[in-house]
């Protein structure tokens, strides 16, 4: 422990950089899996004790066997402190000009993967585009956007194996259409129609596919984040070599599930990789009015997990962040926290009008300076994979796609009746039975009040 | 007549000192099968056993599950099966004496804060995460007074996975177990009967076992059923007189105030218990006593109480009907109504508060469908129902 100490005092710059990259022998010795509150020194944010503190500790040299391993001990009283005045960095590939960041180490998207995984960020932004639009015009309940986020749903899918698991909040749209999820299937889950695959019992946007294993998103915040860890344990135990994916906005980890998933998975060894997208917003509520940590990325040494800052807006960074993680949570049976730092462009949903609430200069910042899409369009355009009228033709023809998809979706019929009885229980028990016969009592003897003609009886 | 039908209302409603305890009769063909004497703790231990046995897809975990568990309901499970498929749950890792800790926590109330903090919304979450990928996730909270962190994950999460979803998944391998009602000196959070929280919830199937035979049958019917279940242990029935001896070490004096009460649950745990695999049917109430003049509905340790209630009314004439409902939803609405059509008479009696009780859903259930046979009884129409209010 002592010996950390003392290295960690030496190796600041080493430290900083290794938090850039996670890898190397350093890390893994740092952070290596121990019982217990073995950890409680090296989960330690190394900026918050000074040089003489450690200095102090390594020359006293003696350690406490507490319960869960040895401690070193010091007769000087320091409070560690609550923040360091330096914020912990945050990966990026790309400048915001579509040029590589010189001496980044990472590896080289090829065309046919850049290409498209750019055309699935237009597909994304094209479809939200339009299904918000239909909801303004009354014929779609609800509906939540995923406008400057598309860079983390779109690379952090491609960086997975489509046998890994993912358990989305609702804003990971793109996860779906890069799995190969249809823009028709998610048009026909937002109208609710026969063909929904969640039979047109929820919201819209609340996806899910169990021949793309995307565990169907529910409204409830972060109660997918302790469910992933099970779901990778499971993974583990049936040595798949595949994970589980949770994604969460910044809001959500101020709920209880979220320490408890993160929690459970460092305990159970458990290969779950933890996406949090801090977007600023939890609906109204500012990142500092969420938690006075250094944003969630801070979090994971406080559960022993590692943990990376990225930039969501920059593709390359995502993805490469996200395999190194998957790498990690697989071979060495770990959870991984990635805090990938972006902006929610759009209102929170359809219920939402954020310019009340945040100035509208700072929205269309991020809308148009730090365009995610923008920024990896200036990156393959300058690779040369990207030309301007690929450009056009590929806006035509994704919103022809989507426009096709809501007629369609919009003519077809609604799920039939005993849908809202079914899948309650495995088998329907006799008291749905009698709740479905005495609905169907009801809607004879009151044709008017009960019309029928979009749904089979 | 009246007043004798309040009277066994009085007796069901509460413990006498001086009843005979003894085993409810149980409907079991025990014929081709070895059985044992064994208290409910036993039989859960038993059915854990089969359970991970029969099913490799099987686990089981919580608190203290490790080690055997505080009720010792997982005794000897982690040695067998190990700890990749029986293990402790964050936060219960210290090294405490666990049945020391145990007999402190159930009898000095003062005592009770370092069980509390366990992780129970992890626990739940987790389970319905691993039952989602076709595994039977059998998780313990160690009393159901502690269950509430995870509410939220058994309302909104498991009990609708399978119906948000349009059967595209399905969190039907979970099974909740968890001890509850009163008993000794358990205080506000070791007695707490919760069960109608959970009946409000389409979704999940909610069973309470009477004995230890029954327990044994209908945990492995819960685990092996394909949907999720929360079981409710009576604790009252989970003791063993090893432990009351060991508490009884531990106090140093005696008093024979617990010796009776020790020597009373532990008698009435023992029952015979096949040794085999054998599963009772959910959503099936049970007769256990036929009669004319009355019905007699309750579930879990009330109806060791429900039963002297019918013999002290059968002194008097009287003739009850006992019927266990084992599983509160969906519960045998049919078994009741038959009862109630032929006696014209109901009472139903459980721990846990009167209002917003389970007892309140059968009464109005039982007099939409019954009314014009049931005969007014006690304080509302057609019932007797009786707990405490605090």
């Keep these: 422990m002592a010996t950390w100490f003392l290295r960690s005092s030496n190796n600041h710059g080493v430290i900083q950089k290794l938090m850039m990259t996670f890898s190397g022998k350093y890390t893994t010795t740092v952070v290596r899996r121990c019982f217990g509150s073995m950890g409680a020194g090296q989960k330690l944010d190394p900026y918050s004790c000074d040089d003489d503190y450690r200095e102090n500790i390594g020359h006293q040299n003696q350690d406490l066997d507490f319960p869960g391993g040895k401690i070193p001990l010091t007769s000087q009283m320091k409070f560690i402190s609550e923040a360091s005045d330096k914020r912990l960095p945050c990966y990026r590939v790309l400048h915001d000009d579509g040029s590589l960041i010189s001496n980044t180490i990472h590896d080289k ?18 479809m939200d585009t339009f299904l918000y639009e239909a909801q303004r015009q009354g014929r779609i309940s609800f509906y939540m956007t995923t406008f400057g986020e598309e860079a983390i749903n779109i690379a952090s899918a491609a960086a997975l194996s489509p046998h890994d698991f993912v358990l989305p909040q609702y804003r990971e749209a793109g996860v779906l259409l890069w799995r190969g999820f249809t823009v028709q299937e998610c048009t026909n889950q937002c109208f609710g129609n026969k063909d929904d695959k969640g039979k047109g019992r929820q919201m819209p946007v609340h996806y899910g596919s169990n021949k793309h294993n995307v565990i169907t998103i529910s409204s409830p915040l972060a109660t997918q984040i302790s469910q992933a860890a099970g779901v990778a344990y499971s993974l583990k135990m049936d040595k798949r070599g ?16 979220f320490h408890a998933g993160l929690n459970f998975a460092a305990v159970m060894e458990a290969p779950v990789i933890f996406i949090c997208r801090n977007n600023g917003w939890a609906i109204s509520t500012p990142v500092h009015e969420q938690f006075r940590s250094d944003g969630i990325v801070a979090k994971g040494l406080g559960y022993g997990i ?31 926290l990635v805090e990938a730092m972006t902006y929610r462009v759009g209102h929170h949903s359809t219920s939402d009008d954020s ?78 039975h009698e709740q479905e016969r005495s609905i169907r009592d009801a809607i004879n003897k009151y044709p008017k009040d009960y019309p029928t003609s979009d749904f089979h009886v | 007549m009246g007043s004798n039908f309040r009277r066994i209302g009085k007796l069901a409603a509460i413990s006498s000192k001086n009843q005979s305890c003894r085993g409810l009769s149980s409907s079991l063909n025990k014929n081709d099968t070895s059985t044992k004497s064994v208290n409910l703790f036993s039989a859960i231990n038993q059915a854990l056993h089969i359970a991970l046995d029969s099913d490799p897809r099987s686990y089981v975990f919580g608190e203290d599950v490790g080690f055997g568990g505080v009720f010792r309901c997982t005794t000897g499970l982690a040695d067998r099966f190990g700890k990749q498929r029986v293990f402790n749950t964050p936060l219960c890792e210290q090294e ?32 319905i995460g691993l039952a989602a990928m076709d595994n039977r996730a059998i998780a313990e909270i160690q009393f159901a007074d502690y269950i509430f962190p995870a509410f939220d994950q058994i309302v909104n999460e498991a009990a609708k996975f ?57 945990l492995l019917s819960s685990i092996r059923d394909p949907n999720p279940v929360v079981f409710f242990e009576p604790k009252v029935i989970s003791f063993s007189l090893a432990l009351a001896s060991l508490f009884c070490q531990i106090i140093g004096t005696v008093t024979h105030y617990f010796l ?37 509905v309750g579930w879990g340790a009330q109806l060791s109480i429900m039963e002297q209630a019918c013999v002290e009314a ?77």
């Design chain 2, 96 to 127: 405490i004496q666990h049945e020391f800790h145990f007999i402190q926590v159930t009898f000095l109330c003062q005592e009770v804060y370092p069980l509390m903090v366990f992780d129970v919304q992890g626990i739940v979450g987790f389970a």
């Design chain 1, 242 to 257: 595949a994970c589980a994916v949770a994604y969460t906005g910044e809001g959500a980890t101020s709920e209880g599930d």
């Design chain 1, 355 to 432: 310019t009340k609430y945040r100035p509208t200069n700072e929205i269309e910042y991020w809308k148009t300076a730090r365009s995610p899409i923008a920024i990896f369009r200036k990156y393959i355009q300058r690779n040369g994979w990207w030309s301007d009228d690929q450009e056009s033709e590929l806006y035509r023809d994704v919103k022809k796609q989507v426009l096709e998809a809501i007629k369609t979706a919009e003519g077809m019929e609604k799920p039939a009746l005993t849908e809202l009885f079914s899948d309650v229980y495995e088998q329907m028990p006799p008291n749905l």
């Design chain 1, 109 to 126: 998207l090829g065309e046919e993967v850049a290409v498209n995984m750019y055309s699935a960020m237009v597909t994304l932004k094209t």
């Design chain 1, 306 to 336: 590692r943990s990376i800052r990225v930039d969501g807006n920059d593709v390359i960074a995502v993805y490469n962040a996200v395999r190194a993680a998957r790498n990690m949570a697989i071979s060495e049976e770990r959870p991984i």
């Design chain 2, 260 to 296: 009776d009460e020790f020597q009373l649950l532990y008698r009435m745990a023992v029952e015979e218990v096949p040794e085999d695999d054998y599963m009772l049917p959910l959503s099936e109430a049970e007769v256990l006593r036929e009669g004319t003049d009355i019905t007699l």
């Design chain 2, 162 to 218: 399978r119906y948000r979803s349009g059967n595209q998944f399905n969190c039907g391998g979970l099974t909740i177990r968890a001890p509850y009602g009163a008993v000794g000196h358990g205080g506000h959070y070791h007695s707490q009967s919760p069960e109608s929280f959970f009946c409000h919830v389409p979704g999940i199937k909610v069973v309470i076992p009477r004995s230890p035979q029954q327990a044994k049958g209908l």
């Design chain 2, 314 to 390: 059968a002194k008097e004439g009287i003739s009850c009907e006992l019927i266990d409902l084992k599983t509160l939803i969906p519960w045998d609405k049919e078994t009741v109504e038959a009862s109630v059509k032929k006696t014209g008479r109901l009472l139903i009696s459980h721990e846990a508060p009167v209002t917003g009780g389970f007892g309140a859903e059968i009464s109005a259930s039982i007099v939409e469908r019954c009314f014009t046979r049931v005969q007014l009884l006690g304080p509302a129409l057609g019932q007797l129902i009786l707990g405490l209010k605090t």
